[in-house]
Nanobody, 116 residues
């Protein structure tokens, strides 16, 4: 099994930065990709950034150029550096892992609120 625990959320003002962390434990060798999703009130959960085992990354257009996904294998931690935050970035942010063809492991989320 794989366990994911997010941290780093909080309340910030527009234009500020936050770094989210996702601690990974368990059978990590089974993971072939990881990502960050977010869900704003009244909206569906959306993928905003992902990183594969070979280090390739992808980003949603809404965060491209402002957010950076990275991983520290020694610390078994996935990060999401979020810069130039906007009120529309307010959401619950979830860490997720893919072990086969689909995402099948989720963290419980960390809340980010960006005030204008």
């Amino acid at each position: 099994q794989v366990q994911l625990v997010e941290s780093g959320g909080g309340l910030v003002q527009a234009g500020e930065s936050l770094r989210l962390s996702c601690a990974v434990s368990g059978s990590i060798s089974t993971i072939n990709a990881m990502g960050w999703y977010r869900q704003a009130p009244g909206k569906e959960r959306e993928l905003i950034a992902a990183i594969s085992k070979d280090g390739s990354t992808l980003y949603a257009d809404s965060v491209k150029g402002r957010f950076t996904i990275s991983g520290d294998t020694a610390k078994l931690t996935l990060y999401l550096q979020m810069n130039s935050l906007k009120p529309e970035d307010t959401a619950m942010y979830y860490c997720a892992a893919r072990r086969g063809e689909v995402i099948d492991v989720w963290g419980k989320g960390t809340l980010v609120i960006v005030s204008s």
